[in-house]
């Protein structure tokens, strides 16, 4: 018993008080990110990442917070992803009909391509590309979360990944003022505009709050257009697991050698599938659905406060403009993409 003791095994209390400390400041930083969005209507996403930027010398090495910060940046971000899946369905597939879809995964698609051959053309990296590309195309901040879960690491991952948060997440919030009068402006129709802002707008509450502002069909029908969006992220996850596979550069670290390969099939985009077909076999009730939902939100807050925690804004700045005329085009081709997209559908 004594040389068990000994030993030198952590345990799961040892372990929970090693991670307490780090997880604590987390969701204190998302709770106080909650506090500023409700009362100020600034973006909780935005608030979380920005609170824990200011709080980098927490993640440092030695301290008592950083174990519980970098597990906030990893597990209960998977954990805040994987519960997406509890939103999607199959009947809002069919609700929205073939050519739709084909329009918004169009969009997503051809959005990633023309990240890619734009950061070519400027100079900028794959890695940073596919990060942004797929937060613009599919559902900002958590697209970008878990992309760069799949991504392979290297020095500056945790600032592309701060720097695509926050990118997007004011694009997002500039958007759902400025496209729908846009949509008006362009005489659009209530299912036009819907589509209009569910396939353009990167965060989902700023897709909520601009349909919403113009009627409830709008907001109804950008709503669905969106979570559409949402379960775009499991296949192009995949995609992109495979595609490293292939390519050998799965399992690379930040020194550029190659360690064990991740799996083909991430377990939180198993899960998040899983929970999709769940769903629409109309076995997770509304009430489950919605937990779900809330505590997706929150774990996404205290993952987004871990990677805010874990950057260093100085290093941030580092990333140039060349990273942000990359996002502003991905988010302009975007638009335009669905924009035709609409007009030639009508």
């Not at 609700?95 to 329009?103: E, F, K, Q, S, Y």
């Not at 987004?304 to 081709?333: C, H, N, P, Q, Y």
Request: aromatic fraction near 4%; charge should be positive.
């Amino acid at each position: 018993m004594a040389g068990r003791a000994g030993s030198g095994a952590p345990t799961a209390a040892g372990t929970a008080r090693a991670l307490f400390p780090g997880l604590a400041v987390c969701g204190l930083v998302a709770i106080t990110a909650q506090f500023l969005s409700e009362h100020y209507g600034a973006p909780a996403m935005l608030m979380a990442l920005l609170l824990g930027l200011a709080l980098n010398f927490l993640a440092e090495a030695g301290t008592r917070t950083a174990p519980g910060v970098e597990v906030a940046g990893r597990v209960v971000l998977r954990l805040g992803v994987a519960l997406l899946g509890a939103r999607v369905s199959a009947q809002m597939l069919a609700d929205l009909g073939g050519p739709m879809i084909a329009l918004i995964a169009g969009g997503v698609a051809a959005t990633v391509g023309f990240g890619l051959v734009a950061a070519r053309v400027i100079g900028r990296g794959w890695r940073l590309a596919l990060l942004t590309g797929g937060a613009v195309a599919i559902c900002g901040a958590s697209a970008a979360m878990a992309i760069a879960a799949v991504l392979p690491k290297t020095a500056a991952s945790e600032r592309n990944l701060a720097f695509t948060v926050m990118s997007v997440t004011v694009l997002s919030t500039v958007a759902m003022v400025a496209y729908p009068p846009l949509a008006a402006l362009v005489g659009m129709t209530p299912r036009e505009s819907g589509v209009f802002l569910g396939g353009t707008i990167h965060d989902v509450a700023q897709v909520v709050g601009a349909g919403f502002s113009v009627s409830p069909e709008v907001g109804e029908t950008a709503t669905l257009v969106k979570l559409i969006r949402v379960s775009m992220l499991a296949p192009v996850v995949l995609a992109l697991s495979l595609g490293l596979r292939v390519a050998g550069l799965a399992g690379q670290g930040a020194a550029g050698g190659t360690g064990e390969a991740p799996p083909l099939l991430p377990g939180f985009v198993l899960a998040f599938l899983l929970l999709a077909v769940a769903n629409s076999l109309g076995l997770i009730p509304s009430a489950v659905a919605h937990a779900a939902e809330m505590l997706s939100r929150w774990s996404l807050l205290v993952a987004i406060a871990g990677v805010g925690i874990k950057t260093s804004l100085a290093r941030m700045l580092d990333v140039g403009g060349g990273a942000v005329a990359l996002v502003l085009a991905e988010t302009l081709f975007l638009a335009v993409f669905v924009t035709l997209g609409v007009h030639l559908l009508g």
